[in-house]
């Protein structure tokens, strides 16, 4: 049993080994025709090592099943971010111990962030002995040997390290789709914003070496895929752990040569962001003008106290020079309301810069006290009802710039990457721009990865419609 402990998960060294993954040959198709259900909760990262999860899971005989009553097996990964993330995984587990009351040979797992947490995996230990493994972020490569012991010598496995250890290169994946792909490119964060668990959760800042990426970019180019979304907690610390000249804008570039025709990142922090990064975004047709770039607050106060370091002027100044050197950028945010103290004034702060950067989307949250946290030790006097009623104006406010932005492409002709037919509109397909704008549009003999072009003839404030361009 291996256990999670919170002053480990603080400690970064960055001392590291690349290793390869490998699976003994008698663990291949031993659980021959068993069914699985995974459910994803959180960030694309999470996601990806979803599709890490799957692969690793078929490679065991596995097969995966949409319905997890009738699965053999029930993965749950799992989310810290927010206490709701938390609820929901907690929802699933009492659902999933019904079920193993009626079928006791079901195998019950949960992985992700929440099983980094010393009190989710002290709860577990003492109130849920029926799950039969537990294991964190770090030893995702292990999950076929910690759920071969569990159902091999029937007894609970928790295995959660620490410490983020080495790095493992060639994990299986299996990909949802065969046009778009998730390419992890740093681990973990040494930001340590006050309210957030993820440093906690993800460990250390760790580069995968350049020669890696390029070289499953480069494959993924040759299977056809049309969008590589580049990942990490921080993508703009790439690199600083490896090497003293190559960050993300020379990998960027590197990557732009590639027969890619869409490449993108996420998530940057305003902290890093650097001149080479915008140039070599402008410069490329094949980077996306996108761009993630949480804000936070829009207050220099609260920006303080969050430990984001940077301010509201240094953020401006940032996404003018952006909104100036990359033609047609679009740019969204993160937003938490709610922080304690947060005053109407550091409020309005927010909105401010709200009002002046006018957001093609953006994603706002109420601020969640997390475990083991600084901000959690702040005295909050600000009332649930007053941090509702914040989101809502805050929320009012994007939305009416969104439909403003969305308004101005009326007629435009844009380029959409299509995902499939649209479960809303029958006959219509659904697919996204180069700003990562979602249209609906009408047109045929087209198909899932096809990058076509769409006359735009409606804005709404989440979507645009419009019709395939002759
Ligand atoms: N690495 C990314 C953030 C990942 S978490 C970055 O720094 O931009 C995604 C978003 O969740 C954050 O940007 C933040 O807005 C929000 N978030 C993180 N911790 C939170 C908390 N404790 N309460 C509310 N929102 C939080
Ligand atoms: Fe969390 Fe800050 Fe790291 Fe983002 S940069 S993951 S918000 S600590
Ligand atoms: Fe959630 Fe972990 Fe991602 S806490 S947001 S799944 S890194």
């Given at each position: ?9 603080r400690?970064?060294n960055?001392?590291?080994k690349?290793?390869?993954y ?6 291949k ?12 909760y ?9 599709e890490?999860?799957?692969?690793m ?5 596995f097969i995966?099943t ?7 097996l029930?993965?749950?990964n799992?989310?810290?971010?927010r206490?709701n993330?938390h ?35 002290k709860?577990i ?7 039969n ?30 410490k983020e250890?080495?790095?493992?290169e ?44 390029i070289?499953?970019i480069?494959?993924?180019a040759?299977?056809g895929?049309?969008?590589?979304t ?14 003293t000249?190559?960050g ?11 027969k ?11 902290w ?6 915008i ?10 003008p ?6 936070q607050?829009g ?7 969050m430990?984001?370091?940077y301010?509201?002027?240094?953020y401006?100044?940032?996404?003018d ?20 103290g947060?005053?109407?004034q ?6 401010d ?5 006018k ?5 706002t949250?109420i ?9 959690a030790k ?9 941090k509702?009623?914040?989101l809502h104006?805050?929320n009012?406010?994007v939305?009416?710039y ?7 492409l009326i007629g435009?002709?844009?380029d ?9 509109k029958?006959?219509n397909?659904?697919g996204?721009t180069?700003?990562?704008k ?7 003999n ?5 990058i076509?072009k ?17």
């Open positions: 049993m291996e256990l999670p402990n919170y002053q480990e998960a400690i970064r960055k001392k590291y690349t290793l390869k490998k699976i003994e040959d008698g663990f198709g031993k659980y021959q025709n068993k069914t699985y259900f995974l459910k994803t959180g960030c694309q990262m999470n996601e990806h090592d979803s890490n999860i799957k692969a899971l078929e490679e065991l005989g995966e949409k319905d997890y009553m009738s699965a053999d029930i993965m749950l799992t989310c810290s971010i206490e993330a609820n929901k995984a907690f929802g699933m587990l009492g659902r999933c111990k019904n079920l193993k009351e009626k079928r006791p040979n079901l195998i019950v797992g949960l992985c992700g962030c929440m099983a980094q947490e010393e009190g989710v995996v709860e230990m003492q109130k849920y002995h029926w799950l493994f537990v294991m964190g972020t770090h030893n995702l490569y292990r999950l076929p040997y910690i759920l071969d012991q569990s159902i091999e010598l029937n007894t609970q496995q928790i295995e959660v390290f620490s250890g080495d790095l493992i060639e994990i299986p994946v299996k990909r949802d789709t065969g046009y778009k792909a998730w390419v992890n490119i740093i681990y973990g964060c040494d930001k340590f914003c006050t309210y957030c668990i993820v440093p906690y959760t993800r460990g250390g800042e760790r580069s995968r070496k350049k020669e890696d990426i070289a499953e480069k494959q993924l040759e299977l895929y049309k969008e590589v580049l990942l990490g907690q921080n993508v703009n610390a790439y690199g600083k752990d490896l090497y000249d190559y993300l804008g020379e990998l960027l570039a590197d990557i732009a040569q590639m890619i025709p869409r490449i993108t990142f996420m998530t940057s922090h305003p890093d962001f650097t001149d080479k990064m140039e070599v975004i402008a410069q490329n047709k094949n980077i996306l996108y761009i993630h770039l949480p804000l607050s207050s220099n106060r609260i920006l303080k106290l430990g984001r370091r301010t509201k002027e240094s401006l100044e940032l996404f020079k952006m909104k100036k050197k990359i033609p047609s950028v679009s740019i969204s945010t993160d937003i938490i309301v709610g922080f304690p947060e005053t109407d550091d409020f309005q702060n927010t909105l810069v709200v009002n002046y950067c957001y093609d989307n953006a994603f949250f601020y969640s006290p997390r475990e083991n946290t600084p901000a702040l005295k909050d006097n600000v009332s649930q009802e007053e509702e009623n914040r104006i805050l009012n406010t939305n009416k969104f439909l403003e932005n969305n308004m101005k435009s002709v844009e959409v990457l299509v995902e499939g037919l649209s479960e809303k029958k006959d397909y659904y996204y180069r700003t990562k979602l249209v609906n549009f009408t047109g045929e087209i198909k899932a990865g096809d076509v769409v006359e735009i003839t409606e804005a709404k404030t989440w979507s645009l419609d419009g019709k395939l361009s002759k």
